[in-house]
């Protein structure tokens, strides 16, 4: 019984600790830094692509393919030869899943459809790799379109998989231009003793966004070391 509560205290005491460091980072660069860093480690166009593989995210619309989407058309016009491959598991033949949706909106973009390429059988980062290298010579320049905390482990998966010339492209957001400070006076309600609204903008989005950083950063870090251990990338 002794062991078992102290234990229990070990493991609370770890947790808040680590809650506690998660919080004050939040209020500092470095999630950004961090995510930023996977963004870039692999972003260089090395050679023309003669494939743009977009490595699909959620389903669609979603916030994931919708930013993916919109760099893989910017690539697709950039490099008017090479071929689209979308890599997202779903069902072909109903036109209600989100690859079909995915190629139906490029298309609607002006991309021809015989240059729209599916990988709809892999689940994960490894199989669509391994699925894309049946369908593509080695030698094919590839290039691929992910998240940025995701661009790392897919352009060295790919490479794992026999791929030798591969580029990356990161789907960065774009941050809104706009001011978006405001006079909490100017607007009614209530008056609080301690208001952090409109001249605080690291308490409105920073913080919550280095957060959502730190979710993204130690999932993908937690994925790469699985994915080395197991020799996939």
């Not at 490029?106 to 290298?133: D, P, V, W, Y």
């Not at 100017?186 to 690291?202: A, I, S």
């Amino acid at each position: 019984m002794n062991f078992f509560k102290k234990s229990v205290k070990w493991l609370l005491f770890v947790s808040g600790t680590i809650f506690l460091l998660i919080i004050v980072l939040a209020f500092t660069t470095l999630p950004f830094r961090m995510y930023y860093a996977l963004g870039v480690s692999e972003a260089k166009i090395t050679s023309t692509p003669a494939v743009i593989v977009m490595m699909g995210g959620s389903g669609f619309p979603s916030e994931s393919n919708l930013i993916r989407s919109f760099y893989t058309l910017k690539a697709a016009q950039t490099f008017q030869t090479a071929g689209i491959l979308i890599a997202l598991p779903g069902n072909t033949q109903d036109s209600t899943s989100s690859v079909r949706r995915l190629k139906k909106y490029f298309i609607s973009q002006g991309i021809a459809s015989s240059r729209i390429l599916l990988e709809t059988k892999g689940t994960n980062t490894r199989s669509q790799c391994l699925n894309i290298s049946r369908m593509l010579p080695a030698n094919t320049p590839l290039l691929i379109i992910s998240s940025p905390e995701h661009l790392l482990r897919s352009v060295r998966s790919f490479r794992k998989a026999g791929f030798n010339d591969i580029s990356g492209y990161p789907a960065f957001e774009s941050a809104n231009e706009a001011n978006l400070l405001f006079q909490e006076n100017t607007l009614g309600g209530r008056r609080l003793p301690l208001e952090l609204g409109g001249d605080h903008l690291q308490v409105r989005y920073q913080f919550w966004n280095h957060l959502r950083y730190q979710v993204l950063v130690y999932r993908e870090y937690c994925a790469i070391a699985y994915y080395k251990l197991k020799g996939w990338m």
